[in-house]
């Protein structure tokens, strides 16, 4: 089977399940420690193998972004920040949509169902964290999903499961029992952009 034909396979598995899960009641979201990050970029390639994500530099669900440098001989530091799709509780993205396109799932996941995108691009404008990209394997706007593929068995998103030193903690954040629930209570924590009113559901530790 070819690349192409696994993207879209994946895709229509997405929205078959997203319908299937239409009464979830979960939050998820991930919170991310960026001081424990080397740029090794594992994270990355691990979502473009689990994702079918076609090869190229524009092509891509997540990334990691150079934070700060630091360098006055001998002190040399620097800082990382990886990313991707925020999330949002109040998506621009799924609000512009012209034809519903773009949605968001019952557990709080923002997909696109490829059938329906005719590639007018205007959630890619809205979005003001630059999260999506036009496939040229499902001809159709794709971002992440925080691999919903994997919501039914339980596991963790390829990002998060592949970071050696454990930047990425995903779970569910309306479970006061979980790691990010309990994570989120004991740390100062920020989000991207918070002045456009998305609400993101990645929690930056500080
Ligand atoms: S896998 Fe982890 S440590 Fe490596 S670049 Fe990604 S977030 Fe950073
Ligand atoms: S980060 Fe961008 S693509 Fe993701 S939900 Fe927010 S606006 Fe949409
Ligand atoms: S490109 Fe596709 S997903 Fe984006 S706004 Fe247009 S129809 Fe919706």
Known sequence: MSENSRALKLAEANQKLAHKRRNAKEKWGIVLDTSKCIDCKACTVACKMENYVPVGFY???????????????????????????????????????????????????????????????????????????????????????????????????ACVETCPPKVRVFGDLNDPNSEVYRLLAENEYTVLKPGKGTKPKLKYIK
């Not at 949509?97 to 773009?102: E, K, L, N, Q, V």
């Not at 019952?106 to 995108?117: E, P």
């Not at 890619?124 to 992440?144: F, G, L, N, Q, V």
């Open 59 to 157: 092509n891509y669900r997540i990334w990691v972004a150079e934070d700060t440098h630091y360098a006055n001989y001998p002190t040399i530091s620097r800082s990382f920040q990886p990313s991707q799709c925020q999330q949002c509780e109040n998506p621009p993205c799924v609000h512009v949509c012209p034809t519903h396109a773009s949605y968001k799932t019952a557990d709080g996941v923002v997909m696109v169902d490829a059938d329906k995108c005719i590639l007018c691009k205007y959630c890619m404008t809205a979005c003001p964290y630059d999260a999506r990209y036009e496939s040229h394997s499902t001809e159709a706007i794709d971002k992440c999903t925080f691999c919903y593929q994997r919501r039914d068995e339980g596991r963790d998103p």
